[in-house]
């Protein structure tokens, strides 16, 4: 759900006392880098350069199911449209690569530990950045007398992708994801917005050159050209945000049943990405860690417990068995066949329409 920030807005003037711009600016950034952020720099307030573009991909349909990025698509594309006393926006990226040999494990295409995309293993992390960005605007409020800020961590009516690569955090790539130099796309966006404007960072280049492998890894052509995703198609939002039924001979999940990677896995700028903050990088609780003929076999108790903390929730119970289902059927997992027979008969139709497919699957010699 979309969660509306409500601001109290004040007239004063912004005293610094003996510091800077440029100091609290440095102040930031050094600050960012002691809370675990891997990168940080100021992206500028103004309109959005994509906007024209953003609202083409909605009239398209490529946003899917999701309204809430259909909604006030114009407003979406100017910080200040929604908050006015905005100045300048201190964006955030925090890792989550975890091991450097998990990086060699996903480039040679073998299968991963976990059928949960690599974000979602960890602590939620909405939870995470949301809670260090709030630190850090507190220090920073300490710092400026009548400072107002605002964190934002992937909810909030912002293009938080455009923001980090106007501050210098990466290039927007092929595969629509932030992606940075060193720390690949393997990373987490927050954003804490200012009422005053601090130095900007410089954009950097864009550095996919000719390189297709994202387009080329999508089994479902979710990447209908470079730098452009057609949710319809793509196994995040079959498995995260499509309320509906999954169909499995239309979308290729290769085993994973909350998220993908599959676009990110052969992505050069990834290969080598590791550690992160500890929270995002490794596993956390047993949804961290569990397989799909695991997960087949959870009571809706069983699922809460296991979720708790989790981002995997988003998917929703019958939401995470529906998909675990269809993985299964697709992997041709014969020890899902007793937890896919029960399922079958499940009173939500979507969970029991998986089930019969997967076990067809399964049971096919």
Not at 150 to 170: F, N, Q, S
Not at 190 to 215: H, M, N, Q, Y
Not at 228 to 257: M, P
Request: aromatic fraction near 6%; glycine fraction near 8%.
């Amino acid at each position: 759900m979309l969660k509306r920030a409500m601001v109290l807005v004040r007239s004063f003037s912004v005293h610094w006392g003996m510091r800077s711009v440029q100091e609290i600016r440095e102040f930031a950034l050094r600050r960012a880098g002691e809370l675990g952020f891997v990168a940080a720099g100021v992206a500028p307030v103004r309109p959005a350069l994509h906007t024209e573009a953003l609202a083409q991909w909605v009239a398209q349909g490529y946003h899917a199911s999701m309204q809430f990025m259909a909604r006030d698509v114009r407003r979406r594309c100017d910080v200040r449209a929604a908050w006015p006393w905005a100045r300048s926006v201190l964006c955030l990226a925090a890792g989550y690569a975890g091991r450097a040999e998990d990086s060699d494990v996903a480039a040679a295409g073998r299968a991963e530990e976990s059928p949960i995309a690599r974000y979602a293993r960890g602590r939620d992390y909405h939870r995470v950045l949301k809670s260090r960005s709030r630190k850090l605007a507190d220090e920073l409020a300490a710092q400026v007398d009548g400072l107002q800020t605002l964190c934002c961590v992937d909810t909030a009516p912002l293009l938080e992708r455009e923001l980090a690569a106007a501050a210098g955090l990466g290039w927007i790539g092929k595969n629509a994801c932030l992606i940075h130099p060193q720390c690949g796309s393997y990373i987490l966006l927050a954003e804490i917005i200012l009422s005053v404007e601090l130095p900007a960072d410089a954009p950097r280049p864009d550095g996919c050159g000719d390189c297709t492998r994202c387009l080329e890894a999508c089994p479902n052509g979710a990447l209908v050209a470079p730098y452009v995703l057609d949710a319809r198609r793509c196994n995040s939002w079959a498995t995260i945000e499509n309320r509906g039924e999954l169909d499995g001979e239309r979308f290729k999940l290769a085993g994973q049943v909350f998220g993908c990677d599959l676009c990110q896995r052969v992505c050069p700028h990834n290969q080598k990405a590791a550690g992160g903050m500890e929270e995002l990088a490794q596993p956390h609780g047993q949804v961290g860690r569990a397989d799909v003929a695991m997960m087949l076999t959870w009571s809706a108790q069983e699922w809460d417990q296991a979720t708790r903390g989790s981002a995997v929730r988003r998917a929703g119970y019958e939401g995470l068995l529906r998909n675990a289902a269809i993985a299964a059927g697709q992997c041709r997992l014969p020890q899902a066949a007793a937890a896919l027979a029960r399922l079958a008969t499940h009173e939500d139709d979507c969970v029991a329409a998986a089930a019969r497919w997967a076990l067809a699957r399964c049971l096919r010699r």
